[in-house]
């Protein structure tokens, strides 16, 4: 092929046109197949009110462990007012510390047994190690009692450790459960509540 300069031209023009259009197809990949980092699951709570148990004395028995509900147990109410819930995330990220859940004052009731759903959140991928929960009143109704009596609250904020991990496009399901002990006479009669322990203590749900 006898080298014109028309044949040079238009040798070099089609390279050119060949370039133009990878770089454009690149561009137009790249523009679509983004990462979007970090990636975000949710983390629900609920809350739960363990039997309520009592000592005698300044004995103390233990809790009932977590979702080891007695069946015929009486049922008992507590009625807890918090201020804020928040939870702690401890992860690698620069953004990771105190999230709120809630931070306006709320009563929420619960019953022996019943789980309360509390809220829930989005968050990115991650451990959560801590849920706090600032309690500024707290009432409680033994079994069937029609009395709803003021009890002691031994520290007004709860740090609940957790061994929660959220993970991208699912929901973690932690249960916050409330413990609750209060003072009781030899003969089971009530001693008065200021005494009341209230222990919550938390575990993922499945």
């Not at 137009?28 to 979007?36: C, D, M, Q």
């Not at 995330?89 to 789980?115: I, M, Q």
Request: aromatic share 6%; charged share 15%; glycine share 10%.
């Amino acid at each position: 092929m006898v080298k014109t300069p028309l044949n040079i031209f238009l040798m070099y023009g089609l390279v050119g046109l060949a370039i133009a259009g990878g770089v454009i197809t690149v561009s137009h990949v790249a523009s679509t197949v983004v990462p979007v980092f970090p990636k975000y699951g949710q983390l629900s709570i609920d809350l739960v009110l363990s039997p309520s148990t009592k000592y005698q004395s300044s004995s103390y028995v233990s809790y009932a462990p977590l979702n080891d509900y007695t069946s015929g147990q009486e049922n008992d109410t507590l009625r807890v007012t918090t201020e804020s819930v928040m939870v702690y995330r401890s992860t690698f990220n620069p953004a990771a510390g105190w999230t709120t859940l809630r931070d306006e004052t709320g009563t929420v009731t619960l019953r022996t047994g019943v789980k309360v759903h509390l809220g829930s959140l989005t968050l990115p991928e991650g451990n959560v190690t801590l849920v706090r929960v600032k309690i500024v009143g707290a009432t409680i109704q033994l079994g069937s009692s029609s009395v709803l009596e003021d009890i002691g609250i031994q520290s007004g904020q709860f740090d609940i450790t957790t061994h929660a991990r959220v993970n991208a496009q699912t929901t973690t399901n932690v249960l916050v459960d409330f413990h609750v002990a209060c003072p009781a006479t030899a003969n089971g009669g009530s001693s008065g509540h200021s005494g009341c322990i209230v222990t919550p203590s938390a575990e993922n749900e499945d």
